[in-house]
């Protein structure tokens, strides 16, 4: 419910504003990618309304959301981490 609320709040205001329209939003969620935790994420997407997401280092993270999005304007894209990021 605070997600939705949240962004409907920013689709309120892209709407009046051509700089807010013309921008993007950053969603850095927690790393609970399993179970429930996925489904949150899962959802997280549809709600916001995101047609770029982003996975660093996890095949398995990659995959699945790729076939759960497969039907939707979402594209996900699988980035190694940076050399030395533990």
């Given at each position: 419910?605070?997600?939705?609320?949240?962004f409907?709040?920013?689709d309120?205001v892209?709407?009046?504003?051509?700089?807010?329209?013309s921008?993007?939003?950053?969603i850095?969620?927690p790393?609970w990618v399993?179970?429930?935790?996925f489904?949150?994420?899962r959802?997280?997407?549809r709600?916001?309304k995101?047609?770029i997401v982003?996975?660093?280092?996890?095949e398995?993270?990659?995959s699945d959301?790729?076939?759960?999005?497969?039907?939707e304007?979402v594209?996900?894209?699988?980035?190694?981490k940076?050399?030395?990021?533990?």
């Amino acid at each position: 419910k605070q997600v939705e609320t949240l962004f409907a709040q920013i689709d309120a205001v892209s709407q009046s504003d051509a700089e807010a329209q013309s921008s993007g939003v950053i969603i850095n969620t927690p790393g609970w990618v399993t179970g429930k935790g996925f489904n949150i994420l899962r959802e997280t997407i549809r709600t916001t309304k995101s047609n770029i997401v982003i996975v660093l280092d996890n095949e398995r993270l990659y995959s699945d959301l790729n076939k759960e999005l497969k039907n939707e304007n979402v594209d996900v894209v699988k980035l190694p981490k940076s050399g030395g990021v533990v």
